[in-house]
């Protein structure tokens, strides 16, 4: 159940009020943090804001999902380890990735089929974001998605090799962002996430993973999702794998995981806990540091 909304602001809430007339809202965390009996937090808000709301509902006992990345800083994410349990009990990353059933898909198919020689992924979105949201990095905010994958399908190995490079506009913001990495002489992974896709294209641009091994290989394409509606313009009413009625899809599945880590039912996934985000921290360092 849906206990409670904190917002920055009050015209937010009275937006919600009008769909969800039953919720209670806060604009002051504190206050929420108080007054709520929500067992559950779930804290996605600006990336700037992410250590300082979780660090408040952490002092207070409070079971966190927190939405990826932890931090625009390595330093900022590493301060919140001292109120983080050693199994992550209490902070469960935001990673919807994990709960696609494609990629669920993909996790089995190699699983089976044997070692992973390279994987490509490219998450491109839509132009329009550059003058949406001036600043916003596509490494930090479309192509960590695809880090936190590439670290699931290779069990959290540490590679030994970073590369990386930004392409920028005319007013220097970063429009695309391509990386590599290498694990160990062994597996390669490539990505490129961009803001580029122009207005023809679907709303939310798309999603690309190919992973090959000895003898196989696989793609996934999720976004957009396999259907298309054509009137007099092309629509993709399913970017993603997400519907509200009823609740279904990787948002629905990664809130009903993060529930039954609440209850002690369930231990925090592989690529969802704290020190798995720490690991895609690090990595998004390196590779800014490179570009």
Known sequence: DLAAVVARRQESLDALHKELPD?????????????????????????????????????????????KPIAETLEEAESLAPLVHPDSSNLMLGHILLFN???????????????????????????????????????????????????????CAEPDHFNAQFHRTENGDIDLAVAQLQWNGGPVASFAASYLTPAGMPPRGFDRTEVFGEGW????????????????????????????????GMMAEELRCFCRVVRNTEAVPTGATYSDAMQVQRWMEKLNAFA
């Not at 009996?37 to 999902?65: F, I, M, N, Y």
């Not at 949201?133 to 695809?146: I, K, R, T, Y």
Request: glycine content about 4%; charged content about 20%.
């Open 23 to 67: 919720v209670p809202g806060w604009t002051n965390l504190m206050q929420a943090i108080e007054e709520s009996d929500a067992e559950a937090w779930v804290v996605a808000c600006t990336t700037e804001s992410h250590v300082a709301v979780t660090r408040e509902l952490l002092e207070h006992g409070k079971v966190v999902l927190l939405e």
């Open 101 to 155: 059933s494609e990629f669920q898909e993909l996790r089995e198919v190699a699983r089976n089929r044997g070692p992973i020689s390279y994987i490509d992924c490219v998450r491109h979105r839509p132009a329009s974001i550059v003058q949406d949201f001036p600043g916003e990095n596509p490494l930090q905010a479309a192509m960590v998605h695809d880090l936190y994958s590439t670290q699931v399908l290779l069990d």
């Open 217 to 248: 290989s696989a793609r996934i394409e999720p976004n957009p999702r396999p259907i298309s509606v054509w009137d007099n313009a092309a629509a993709w009413p399913l970017a993603l794998e997400v519907r509200a009625n009823p609740p279904s």
